[in-house]
């Protein structure tokens, strides 16, 4: 009896690098994807963005990828070769094969609903949440405004825009929040232009440099306790991974804890109480359901064991996929390996593509009955 024929590949082109302050931080991304992603199930293009905002095809990696092996992928893609055109570059010509995008793009101009608004224009497929759900999660004072009023539990905080250091912010802050806060920039991840103030004097220094990355500033209370994460895939059902416990080796889990040599410990899975771990799932699910993600994401939280109990941080849409990620290592520990979390990924990407173009589609045209 003959061999089935085996389904045509989708054309995965892989979005990585930005104009971000994350940028080396989604080349190392797209290196891990492109290394553990089926060549027999996808015809992958990896398609890097400079710093400068240039559309290039990353010439080494395609090759290495064309000669059907990963051995000789780089650590980190480079975002460097031949400068593409966007639109072209994501849009099937016609009778091509399924194009499916997935962006690795972390932080601004990738991560905060303006590629996702592309990407809609483009009419493609992509993998994970949408334009609105986009800019929520990474705007970090509308995030916690929007999961207040869904009535999940939260830190206390504080959100300006071009704040000025004068006599009255010291104050209010010493009245809300009290000592030590957290300052940093709304609309960015990665713990890039975090600062811990401990003291009133060095609220100005702290609130400058968040500035430096954005206009709005997020003052948080700074809370004593452990820091889990989950993770969340799904597109109208969501499940949960197990829980994750972040073990910081610095004051705080900042970027060289993050992803310098001597990173963070990773404890996967966290040691809880069962009726900890499930709760912490349903919370992620529900602040995933307030935010509007889609696809994946991974849902940061703090636990107060002796006090307030878990206390949602934020929603990340786009979690890395480095090789010392939470993201990856909380859903092996759920039983689904990381060179198999894209073929989840891929066709829930579909799936909300046809949603959405068929809604559209039904759509009464003016001057109908």
Known sequence: MP?????????LIVLFGGRSAEHEVSCVSAASVLGAVDPARYDVVPVGITAEGRWV??????????EGGTRSLPSALTAEGPELDPLPTVVPASGAEQVV??????????????????????G???VGTGVLGSALAMDKGKAKEVLGAAGLPQAAYLVRRDVEVDDALPKEVDKELGWPVFVKPAN??????????????ALYEAVELALTYDEWVVIEEAVVGRELECGVLGYTHFEASVVGEIL??????DFEDKYGADSADLAVPA???????????????????????????????????????????????????????MFPRLWEAAGLPYDQLVDRLVPLALERHARRTGR??????PGTS
């Open 3 to 11: 061999a089935s024929p085996r389904p045509p590949k989708i054309r």
């Open 57 to 66: 095809l990353d010439a080494a990696a395609a090759r290495a990828l064309a």
């Open 101 to 122: 995008v997935l962006p690795l793009l972390h932080g601004p101009m990738g991560e905060d609903g303006t590629m996702q608004g592309l990407l809609e224009l483009a």
């Open 124 to 126: 493609v497929p992509y």
């Open 188 to 201: 960015l991840g990665s713990s890039v232009g975090i600062t811990k103030v401990v003291e009133p004097g």
């Open 248 to 253: 910081p080796k610095r004051e705080f889990y």
């Open 271 to 325: 040691d809880l109480p069962e009726v900890v771990a499930e709760e912490c799932r349903r919370l992620a699910v529900a602040a995933a359901r307030a935010i509007r993600a889609e696809g994946m994401a991974r849902v940061d939280f703090f636990f107060e064991e002796q006090g307030r109990g878990l206390l949602v941080n934020e929603v990340n849409t786009i979690p890395g996929f480095t090789p010392v990620s």
């Open 360 to 365: 559209v589609g039904r759509r009464r045209q």
